[in-house]
């Protein structure tokens, strides 16, 4: 006996991309070329606070290495002001976190 069913075949998962809560295909183009050039700040922000954590060990080294402490509160607390300067108290929480990322192991 022959089977006149076609074979079945696993159906393929569509490929989904993140909604953008546009109305119109003009919108929704504008939203995501945003996207690709955030994604794309975004990668270059990771880098730059990667380069910044590598100056900081230099840093940490030779301060100590020179018989210096470890941290200069003083130097911290300049770019602490500097951050809120430019981006108001949003700024100080940023830096906060630049300082922990840059500090290492206290």
Same mark, same amino acid.
């Given at each position: 006996? #022959?089977?006149?069913?076609?074979?079945?075949?696993?159906?393929?998962?569509?490929?989904?991309?993140?909604?953008?809560?546009? &109305?119109?295909?003009?919108?929704?183009?504008?939203? $995501?070329?945003?996207?690709?050039?955030?994604?794309?700040?975004?990668? $270059?922000?990771?880098?730059?606070?990667?380069? $910044?954590?590598?100056?900081?060990?230099?840093?940490?080294? +030779?301060?100590?290495?020179?018989?210096?402490?470890? !941290?200069?509160? &003083?130097? +911290?607390? +300049?770019?602490?002001?500097?951050?809120?300067?430019?981006?108001?108290?949003?700024? #100080?929480?940023?830096?906060? #976190?630049?300082? +922990? !990322? &840059? $500090?290492?192991?206290?």
């Amino acid at each position: 006996m #022959t089977s006149n069913t076609a074979p079945t075949t696993a159906p393929t998962a569509p490929t989904t991309v993140p909604d953008t809560g546009a &109305s119109t295909p003009e919108a929704d183009g504008t939203i $995501r070329d945003a996207r690709r050039r955030i994604d794309d700040l975004d990668g $270059r922000i990771i880098g730059l606070v990667q380069e $910044r954590m590598a100056v900081s060990a230099v840093i940490q080294r +030779e301060r100590i290495a020179s018989g210096g402490r470890r !941290l200069s509160l &003083s130097r +911290e607390m +300049e770019v602490l002001a500097h951050y809120r300067e430019q981006l108001g108290r949003p700024g #100080t929480a940023l830096a906060m #976190t630049l300082l +922990e !990322l &840059s $500090r290492g192991r206290v």
